[in-house]
C-alpha cells in the first residue's frame, strides 16, 4: 500500500482526504478506492501511532539493554567472587551449629539461622562455591563434550553424523530432568555424580547446535580453498572451522550457566546432589521445606539460584547481542 | 582444437555431473576441458549452465557421476576427508562470493602465508622463480623490484603489493576490506601457491563494473607472470574477451562453441553463442535493450560441440 510504505506523507494526505470529495479521491487512488475512504483515516492514524510507538518500542530495548546487560554482568560477576571468597566473607562457619536455632533474619543473623542454628547467609555466600562452580564446570564439560561431538558429525558427515546425531537424538528424547534423576539414582547420590548426571542430559545442545554451523561452513568458499591449499582436516577444524563457531557457542554456554545452577540444585533438592552438611543451594530449599513457617529458609536461597539464573540469562543475551548486532533488534 | 601445442597440463574428459533431487539436475552432460600450460582460457555461460560444476570437478572439489579429469597426465583424486595429495595443490581456485572467500577470523597474512608454505612445501617457489625471471617486464604497472634477488613474492605483505594494496593491511582482519580488496587477497593466496592452473569460478561477478575488469587483469597478469594456467570462468563475455586466449561457452551443461577468442567474438557459430554477444549492451548512448531471444530458449544439440 502506498500509505503504509511512504509513512511521513500518510498523515499529510488523511488529513487532506477527510476534507475531500470521494469521487476525486477513488480516482486519485486506483486499487483500493472502495475502502479507501472509509479505513484511510483509521488506517493512517494507526500507522502514525504505530511509526511511533514502533519507534519508541525499537528504541526501548536498545536503551534498557545495555544497562540490563550492566546489573547482570555486576551480578553475575558478584556471584562468581562468592565462589571464590565467599567462605572467607561469610560471618559465620557455614558448618557451625553455634547461634540460637531458627533465629528469624535480624542483628544476630542477617538472614536467620536455621533448624541447626548455622547462619544462613554464611551458607549461601558458602555455598555460591558448590552451586556456581559446579554449575560452571558443568557447562564447560558440556560444551566441551557437545562441540566435539558436533564438530565431528558436522565436518565428517555420512556414517559419523549419523551415528552422533541419532545419539543425541535418543538423549533428547527423554525430560532433561527425569533423565538427569534416572541417572544420578542409578550413580549414587553424590555431588559429583549429580554433576556426572546433568553431564549427560545438558551436552546434546552443544553438539546440535556446533554440528548445524559447521555443516553450513564446511561448504564455504574458504573452507574449500583451504583444502585446495592441502589442509588436513585437523588444521581445517582448527583454523577455518573452529573459530567461526566458537562465539556463538560460548553465548550458548554462558545462557546456560543458569539453567546448569538451576538442574544441580534441582537435584540437590531431591536429595541426589549434595549429601546434608554441604551448603548447597537446592539441599537447603529442600530442607526448608520441613519448616515451612521459617520462610527465610527457603527464600534466601532461593533468591540465590534465581539472581543467579537470571543474571547469567541476561548477561548471556548481552553476548549474544555484542557478537550479532543485527540480532539485537527483534 | 589446434593439437600443435604440448601435452594439457588439465583436462577434463566427457564429465558428466549430475545432482541428485527429484527430478535430479543434469549440471554438467559430456563436457571435455583441456588446459595448456601458460594460456588464458574463458569459461562463459549464463547462470546454471554448469560453469561453477565444471570448476569444482577440475579442481577435484566435485567428483564427477562419469568422466575424469587428468592433471599432469595423472588422474586427479577427488578431494576426499583426507589431507589434499601435495602434488595436486598445483590447482589452485578463486570463489564467487568476497564475501566468503576469506576466513573471517584470521589475519589476511595467515591466510596468504597458507599458500606460501603449501608452494614452499612443494618445491614450487624456486621453480617458479626462474621462470619468471625470464620474462619479467611483461606486466605494466608492476611495482617489481621489492626484492630483485628473488623472483617473487615470497611474504604475505609482499604479495599484497603485488595485487596493488598496501603492506600494512597484512595485520588486518578481512572486514575491513571490500568486496575488490577481499577478491585480490583471495588471488593473492591462491597465487602464492604458485599453482600450475588457477580456476576462477566468477571471481569477479560479485564486484562493479571498474572493480571487474581491475581484479580480471591483475589475475591475467599475475597468472602469466607465473606461467599459471587460468580457465577464466564468467557469464561477462565483454571483460572474459579482453583476457582470454581462448573461449568456450557453455550452455545447459554442454560445451556449444569453442575457439580462439577473436574467432568466437567475431564469427560465432552457435546461436547461443550470437545471443551472449547480442545481449552485451552497447554504450552508445541511445539506450537500447539488448535484442535476446525469449529467455529459457532451448538449443537443439549443435554439430559445433566438440
Known amino acids: 500500500m502506498a500509505p503504509s510504505t511512504r509513512s511521513e506523507d500518510g498523515p499529510l494526505t488523511a488529513g487532506g482526504d477527510q476534507a475531500a470529495p470521494r469521487p ?12 479507501g475512504p472509509q479505513n484511510h483515516p483509521n488506517r493512517a492514524d494507526g500507522i502514525g501511532k504505530r511509526s511511533l510507538t514502533g519507534r519508541l518500542w525499537r528504541r526501548l530495548p536498545k536503551g534498557i539493554r545495555t544497562p540490563v546487560g550492566l546489573i547482570a554482568a555486576v551480578v553475575a560477576l558478584a556471584w562468581i567472587a562468592m565462589c571464590l571468597f ?39 555466600l558458602s555455598g555460591a562455591r558448590v552451586t556456581i562452580g559446579l554449575a560452571l564446570a558443568l557447562v564447560v564439560m558440556s560444551m566441551v563434550v557437545g ?25 533428547m528424547a527423554f525430560p532433561t530432568v527425569i533423565l538427569a534423576m534416572v541417572t544420578a539414582a542409578a550413580l549414587g547420590a553424590s555431588l559429583f555424580n549429580a554433576v556426572l548426571a546433568a553431564l549427560v542430559v545438558s551436552w546434546p545442545q552443544y553438539a546440535r547446535v556446533v554440528r548445524s554451523m559447521v555443516l553450513s561452513l564446511r561448504t564455504s568458499e574458504f573452507v574449500a580453498s583451504g583444502r585446495l591449499l592441502g589442509f588436513s582436516p585437523a588444521r581445517s577444524i582448527r583454523l577455518d572451522i573452529l573459530p567461526n563457531v566458537s562465539g556463538p557457542t560460548l553465548v550458548l554456554a554462558s545462557l546456560d550457566i543458569g539453567t ?12 541426589l546432589g549434595a549429601k546434608p552438611p554441604t551448603p548447597e543451594w537446592g539441599s537447603m530449599v529442600s530442607s526448608a521445606v520441613q519448616h515451612f513457617d521459617k520462610w527465610w529458609l527457603g527464600v534466601f536461597p532461593g533468591l540465590a539460584i534465581l539472581t543467579v539464573v537470571i543474571s547469567f540469562n541476561f548477561l548471556g543475551d548481552a553476548l549474544r547481542d555484542a557478537f550479532d548486532p543485527e540480532a539485537g533488534e527483534a | 582444437m589446434s593439437s600443435d601445442r604440448p601435452q594439457p597440463i588439465l583436462e577434463a574428459d566427457n564429465v558428466y555431473v549430475e545432482y541428485r533431487g527429484t527430478p535430479p539436475v543434469k549440471a554438467v552432460r559430456g563436457v571435455s576441458l583441456a588446459l595448456y600450460p601458460g594460456e588464458v582460457v574463458g569459461l562463459v555461460g549464463e ?5 561453477s560444476t565444471m570448476a569444482r570437478v577440475l579442481t577435484g572439489l566435485l567428483k564427477p557421476n562419469r568422466g575424469e579429469v587428468t592433471y599432469r597426465g595423472q588422474p586427479l583424486r577427488p578431494l576426499g576427508l583426507g589431507r589434499r595429495p601435495l602434488a595436486e595443490t598445483g590447482i589452485q581456485m578463486v570463489f564467487q562470493d568476497p564475501g566468503s572467500s576469506l576466513n573471517p577470523r584470521r589475519r589476511v597474512e595467515a591466510q596468504i602465508a597458507d599458500g606460501l608454505r603449501i608452494a614452499v612445501r612443494r618445491g614450487a617457489l624456486g621453480l617458479a622463480d626462474e621462470g619468471s625471471g625470464e620474462h619479467s617486464d611483461e606486466a605494466s604497472g608492476e611495482r617489481s623490484g621489492q626484492r630483485p634477488n628473488s623472483g617473487g613474492p615470497s611474504t604475505p605483505a609482499e604479495w599484497l603489493v603485488r595485487v596493488g594494496m598496501e603492506a600494512d593491511d597484512a595485520r588486518r582482519y578481512p572486514r575491513s576490506f571490500s568486496g575488490g580488496q577481499r577478491q585480490r587477497i583471495a588471488a593473492a593466496r591462491a597465487l602464492a601457491a604458485r599453482p600450475d592452473v588457477l580456476v576462477a569460478d566468477e571471481p569477479i561477478s560479485a564486484l562493479d563494473a571498474s572493480t571487474q575488469a581491475r581484479v580480471a587483469y591483475l589475475m591475467t597478469t599475475l597468472a602469466a ?65 539488448p535484442a535476446v531471444g525469449p529467455a529459457g530458449e532451448i538449443y537443439p544439440d549443435h554439430e559445433a560441440t566438440r
Open chain 1, 24 to 35: 476525486g479521491r477513488a480516482g486519485h487512488q486506483s486499487a483500493p478506492s472502495r475502502q
Open chain 2, 47 to 51: 547462470s546454471g549452465c554448469g560453469k
Open chain 1, 86 to 124: 565467599g567462605a572467607q566473607v561469610a560471618p559465620h562457619d557455614p558448618l557451625a551449629q553455634e547461634l540460637p536455632r531458627f533465629t528469624p533474619p535480624g542483628s544476630t543473623a542477617w538472614l536467620g539461622t536455621d533448624e541447626l542454628g548455622r547462619d544462613v547467609l554464611s551458607r549461601i
Open chain 2, 225 to 289: 607472470r607465473q606461467g599459471t594456467s587460468l580457465l577464466f570462468i564468467s557469464h561477462d563475455l565483454s571483460v572474459v574477451r579482453l583476457i582470454a586466449d581462448r573461449l568456450v561457452v557453455m550452455y545447459a551443461g554442454r560445451v556449444v562453441e569453442r575457439g580462439p577468442t577473436e574467432q568466437v567474438w567475431n564469427d560465432p557459430r552457435h546461436p547461443y553463442t550470437k545471443s551472449l554477444l547480442a545481449a552485451i549492451p552497447v554504450p552508445d548512448g541511445a539506450g537500447k535493450l
Open chain 1, 147 to 171: 562441540s566435539l561431538l558436533g564438530l565431528v558429525a558436522g565436518y565428517f558427515g555420512r556414517w559419523v553424523d549419523e551415528t552422533v546425531m541419532r545419539f543425541t537424538d535418543l538423549v
Open chain 1, 260 to 271: 546448569a545452577a538451576l538442574l544441580l540444585s534441582g537435584l540437590s533438592f531431591l536429595g
